[in-house]
């Protein structure tokens, strides 16, 4: 009989008998409500073990990816360790680099601790040491770069951000947790169109996502769209421009709500641009982030568009007047 192992505790399930039936048995009392597969409500994730197929179907390739599984139909075939979740250790780093891309955005490279693993779109919650103040930055680098990149937007009398342009210097001491986050590219169905969208330092993840997308080899178009609300708030626009032009699949696009938009990009909203540009967006995989209503309203034009919602992959930003 396998061993499911639960904070620390063994539970032996029985033949035929799921998951969720076992730990239920056992007076452990898992969240559930359709015990069908259905709701998803009971999805947990293998620690150690591998979920089998069946328990994962219906679930994003990115969570799949993480080991998630749905505790009511997996029927486990060996012994598993399952949680709900897993806490981060904290790491302490230094500063390696920092740089201003624009008036507003200052990109920072942090040592990547010895061991650390993290999947490019990611995000770490980062501690100020003097009193612990956290926010959360997506990572801007790739799994194979030997730093952790983070684009940070100053934010009116925001807190972190201010310390984080006007206090952090390089060599400084800095704290962090993570990685978390499912918005990330997974590889397979190398033939497949992309598209990512971001606004503002929601660049941030797609630009490692991106260079993930091009490290992998994907064959099939992808298709770049950085939007801001007028031509200065956009950033890293010679590094881009580059990638398009070593890659005949890739389509960078910058885009404006205000004023005119740079050689080869577009005016207008960034909530209809894809579905104007692209048509029908069938068949797309889809990244998307920034600021949330502008996320949202993207999801959904995207969707309506075609994209299936299993294939749309968003990190939404958000901003507090104490960032």
Known sequence: MPTIT???KDFFCADDETVLECMTRHGVLLPSSCQSGACQTCMIRAVEGTP????????????????????CVCKPSGDMSIGLSTVSPRYKIALLHKEL???????LRLERPAGFY???GQFINL????DELTRSYSLASTADEDFLELHVKRVPEGKMSNWVFDGLQVGDEVVFFGPAGD???VPGKPEQPLLLVGTGTGLAPLYGILRDVLNYGHLGPVHLLHASLAAP???LEPELRALDARNDNLSYIPCVLHGDAPEGGIQGNIANIPSQLLGTLKGYRVFLCGDPPIV?????NVFLAGTSMQDIFSDPFVFSPHD
Do not use: M
Request: aromatic share 14%.
């Open 101 to 107: 891309l624009n008036e507003s955005v200052v990109r």
């Open 118 to 120: 993290y999947r490019a």
């Open 52 to 71: 089998p197929p069946e328990s994962q179907n219906g679930l994003k390739d990115t969570l799949k990816a993480q080991n998630y599984f749905l505790a």
């Open 296 to 300: 949202n309203a993207l999801r959904q």
């Open 6 to 8: 639960f904070e620390g």
């Open 233 to 235: 708030g956009l950033y």
């Open 183 to 185: 918005c990330f590219y």
């Open 127 to 130: 501690l100020r040491p003097s």
